[in-house]
């Protein structure tokens, strides 16, 4: 860990400490949203950007500078842990391909060599952004969660968005199912604990398709797994904030063993997931990423609802309900980013 909490507002929210106003960052800050990351990814392939230490750092704290943002997490992706456990993957300019999905294997299981090697670049990324960073900035790590890598891992990407035939395969294959769950959280773990050891700050799981499944079968089948990852980052000493995109109802189902703070998509208003959260969690989003295709007075007066929940509940991260979108104008994310700095949030 190289940040100094007494100074940096996310992880003094984190703590349970009193601050003058939520510490704001967003989920994919480091990103198409800012023209520097463009003009970088002119030089680059995404691959290369993710594979390169000064390259990646740099793009990493793009958006302390660009944006203001309190806090920088890690520029990464989610299927790096499925190409760890021998997965062909490449990255093109429509999205992450595998070579051959797992739902459509003879044996999936057969099918995986998990190598930790394949990780060790990020490592080096991860060192030369604690290099560079200012020491008042957090940063913060993730990994995706068991169920939304497993869906990738089975199907693929290039077909519907809701992956039929990774949820097929789920309920068709259930005692295989959980194998390859086991297989991923082992290597997502592993991968976590090497983050740790390199000095991140704050770690974020990502389950960006948790609303896919029922609660009752995600319950038994990918929260356990979620369990023993929030345990890994805690016994380090490290905050947990956990991402279930979809849940809807079932964030009353969460408990303080899965999560410290659990960030919010924008489906759910903030005053109801307060509600249905158990008290000891905190949380973090909720903005519509689509309102900032909106002119400026009308994002602010979107954003003013915020000013009561802020007031009220030091236990707040300011975040989005998901991540930056393309062809967001960079001029509103950076307005975004300064009316939360500077509004009175009435905290004395």
């Known amino acids: 860990m190289q940040t100094n909490p007494t100074e940096s507002i996310l992880l003094r929210t984190l703590k349970g400490e009193p601050t003058e106003r939520p510490p704001v ?45 309190d806090a920088a997490i890690l520029f990464s992706d989610i299927l790096v842990v499925p190409y760890a456990m021998g997965m062909g993957l490449d990255f093109t300019d429509d999205g992450p391909v595998f070579e051959e999905p797992l739902a459509f294997r003879e044996n999936p299981v057969a099918g995986l060599f998990p190598d930790p090697a394949k990780l060790d670049y990020i490592y080096a990324v991860i060192d030369e952004i604690n290099r560079t960073k200012p020491a008042n900035i957090p940063l913060i790590g993730f990994c ?23 949820i097929r395969f789920i309920y068709e294959n259930k ?58 980052v805690r016994e380090a000493g490290l905050p947990f904030i956990f991402f279930p995109k979809g849940i809807g109802t079932g964030l009353a189902g969460i408990s303080p063993e899965e999560a410290d703070f659990l ?15 158990h008290s000891e969690i905190g949380l973090q989003g909720n903005i519509d990423p689509r309102l900032l295709f909106a002119p400026q007075e009308e994002i602010e007066k979107e954003l003013k609802k915020y000013l009561r929940f802020g007031a009220e509940h030091q236990n707040w991260i300011f975040n989005l309900g998901h991540g930056f979108m393309p062809g967001i104008p960079f001029e509103n994310a950076r307005f975004l980013a300064d009316w939360a700095k500077n509004a009175d949030w009435k905290r004395s």
């Not at 520097?36 to 000064?54: A, D, G, R, V």
């Not at 959280?185 to 976590?192: C, F, G, H, L, N």
């Open 144 to 166: 995706g969660a068991p169920l939304t890598v497993l869906l990738f891992m089975l199907q693929g990407l290039g077909r519907k968005g809701d992956f039929p035939d990774a």
């Open 25 to 69: 960052w967003f989920m994919r800050q480091a990103g198409r949203v800012l023209p520097s990351y463009l003009e970088i990814k002119k030089q680059y392939t995404f691959w290369q950007m993710m594979q390169n230490p000064e390259v990646a750092a740099q793009v990493t704290l793009l958006p302390v500078d660009d944006l203001g943002v």
């Open 263 to 277: 960030s919010i998509d924008w489906q759910t208003p903030l005053t109801t997931a307060r509600k249905l959260v």
């Open 175 to 232: 005692e295989t199912t959980k194998q390859l769950i086991d297989a991923l959280t082992d290597m997502s773990i592993e991968y976590i604990k090497g983050q740790i050891a390199h000095g991140i700050d704050v770690f974020q799981l990502f389950d960006t398709h948790a609303g896919l499944l029922p609660f009752d079968v995600y319950e038994e089948l990918f929260l356990p797994p979620v369990q023993k990852i929030a345990q890994v």
